[in-house]
């Protein structure tokens, strides 16, 4: 007897202890829509999609072939339409998570209207969007289960009996849309207490992974941005520990915790670090602002001036009461901020950095893996990087570095389509297909990311019908590149009654009112003609 049959057999008998009055109650169907429903909490998902993660986490460290990859969502609907996507084409969400990005909550999910990447959003819109992403994607795990479901009806009514057995075999192997979603909680919200009350409507809400980065909360910018400004070590790590704290205590004993660098890019510091001895961690935090020898030019009233091996210092402070770093030590700076991180509690890193180029990135892992072997990181393949660009500059760096010949190329103009057909580029696109693989390898990359795509491609593809749809090809504009296409891809919601749930509800109306039954999936439903 299988799992749902005996399953089944146990409802029975707790109807039928009613005496009667739950007659009408159909366990076949209760354990049907239990099955479409598994997952009861968000803890409930969060617990098993960090279980997915350190399975994955331990099998790129066997095999850094085996990397994950994810794509940014905005809404539930576009999550759903990734996992139903990558199911239909690879037949398995394996390896496959969702990223859940501060830059898009902030941009089209809150109340003030689109904002900047500078955590001014509300954030409790963050636990509200990872809610709402998992309620989409329960309920293509509930679509899925219930065309089947009718399926295996069609054919027990029919006498197929293979062919109702290989349907219940597939629905007992039925793999679920709910995957592992990588959450940005930006720099906390504030301090640790916030980020631990944050972090656990976050976790409550199903995050597995929360992705927290070492800025100042209030002075907060896009890692693609200027103007970033770091925290000293000890400040960050109390976040980290908040965070561990909100895991700890929900239950969730195996989340992921990812912390970001933004050092690389960022030039400055609010505060200096509090040091006890020298050479500790806020000693060497220190170590890195720019400073004049107080001994050359004296002291006046204001100043801030530390200690070092001997010496007298002023760091050099800005009128925004910002210390400035020495220039060129930003990797040097992600280095030490990876390897603290880790060593305080970080299960993934993330190195925020200006261009795509792997050795650069794996010039800083190696350092950081020579202390921590197994360090892993998430790497923002980011849209803020004009890919095209920058690959044909290091093919035109490389071959030029080789001796070939690039007169034929004028650097600062790669970008022109007038390239597009050249050896260069086609070198440079297989380097931009290879670049994820390439990196995990090289450079330590466990999971890649894109964080904004579908912010680009809702853009593009709304372009693309506005300029045809409101010009000549009026209907046909819709037609010709949106209907016809998703029919012929297979797109499951061309079929877009179903996608929202009407035959669910026809499903459970049923349940409830047997031939009373009043259906919207009947022969004047227009779905009909997709098919």
């Avoid at 010709?480 to 026809?506: F, P, T, Y």
């Amino acid at each position: 007897m299988s799992y749902q049959d005996s399953a089944t057999a146990k409802l029975k008998q707790i109807i039928q202890a009613q005496n009667g009055a739950w007659d009408a109650i159909n366990p076949e169907y209760v354990e049907r829509m239990r099955s479409q429903n598994r997952f009861r909490t968000g803890l409930d998902i969060a617990r098993y999609t960090a279980g997915i993660m350190r399975r994955d986490m331990a099998a790129y460290d066997a095999d850094p072939t085996q990397y994950t990859q994810s794509l940014g969502a905005w809404h539930g609907f576009i999550a759903q339409q990734q996992m139903i996507s990558v199911k239909k084409h690879f037949g398995s969400t394996k390896r496959r998570y969702i990223y859940l990005s501060g830059w898009m909550v902030a941009a089209l999910r809150s109340e003030f209207g689109p904002l900047p990447d500078q955590s001014m959003h509300e954030k409790t819109s963050v636990p509200a969007l990872i809610e709402e992403i998992y309620t989409f994607l329960r309920q293509a795990d509930a679509r899925e289960l219930g065309m089947l479901y009718r399926d295996l009806d069609a054919a027990r009514e029919a006498g197929e009996t293979g062919r109702a057995a290989e349907i219940q075999a597939t629905i007992d192997g039925h793999q679920t849309h709910v995957v592992p979603i990588i959450a940005d909680i930006d720099a906390g919200f504030g301090n640790a207490e916030a980020t631990y009350l944050l972090a656990k409507k976050m976790i409550e809400a199903g995050a597995c992974a929360l992705q927290i980065e070492n800025q100042v909360s209030d002075e907060k910018q896009c890692g693609h941005q200027d103007g970033k400004v770091t925290v000293p070590h000890e400040d960050f790590l109390a976040k980290v520990r908040a965070i561990r704290y909100a895991f700890l205590e929900l239950g969730v004993e195996d989340g992921i915790i990812v912390c970001r660098t933004d050092s690389l890019g960022a030039g400055l510091t609010k505060q200096i670090a509090f040091s006890r001895e020298p050479g500790d961690l806020g000693d060497q935090y220190n170590a890195f602002l720019d400073c004049d020898d107080v001994t050359s030019g004296g002291t006046q009233d204001g100043d801030v001036i530390i200690a070092r091996e001997g010496k007298l210092l002023r760091p050099k402070r800005l009128p925004s009461n910002l210390y400035q770093f020495r220039p060129g030590t930003g990797a040097d700076r992600c280095v030490l901020d990876c390897i603290t991180a880790l060593q305080n509690g970080a299960d993934l890193l993330w190195i925020e950095t200006e261009k795509p180029h792997v050795e650069q990135i794996a010039s800083m892992m190696d350092r950081i893996r020579d202390v921590v072997p197994h360090a892993k990181l998430v790497y923002n393949n980011s849209p803020s990087f004009n890919w095209t660009l920058n690959f044909r500059q290091q093919v035109y760096d490389a071959w030029k570095e080789d001796g070939r010949d690039v007169s034929a190329y004028d650097r600062a103009r790669l970008m022109s389509d007038a390239y597009d057909s050249t050896p260069l580029a086609e070198e440079a696109d297989a380097r931009i297909r290879t670049f994820q693989h390439d990196a995990a390898l090289r450079a330590g990359i466990f999971h890649h990311l894109i964080t904004l795509p579908t912010y680009h491609t809702a853009a593009l593809s709304t372009d693309n019908l506005s300029s045809r749809y409101f010009g000549e090809d009026g209907m046909l504009g819709y037609v010709l590149n949106v209907q016809r296409a998703e029919i012929r891809q297979g797109v499951a919601c061309v079929k877009h009654q179903n996608m929202a749930g009407s035959d669910l509800g026809d499903d459970h109306k049923e349940y409830f009112a047997g031939e009373a039954a009043l259906k919207a999936g009947g022969k004047h439903n227009t779905m009909g003609q997709f098919s």
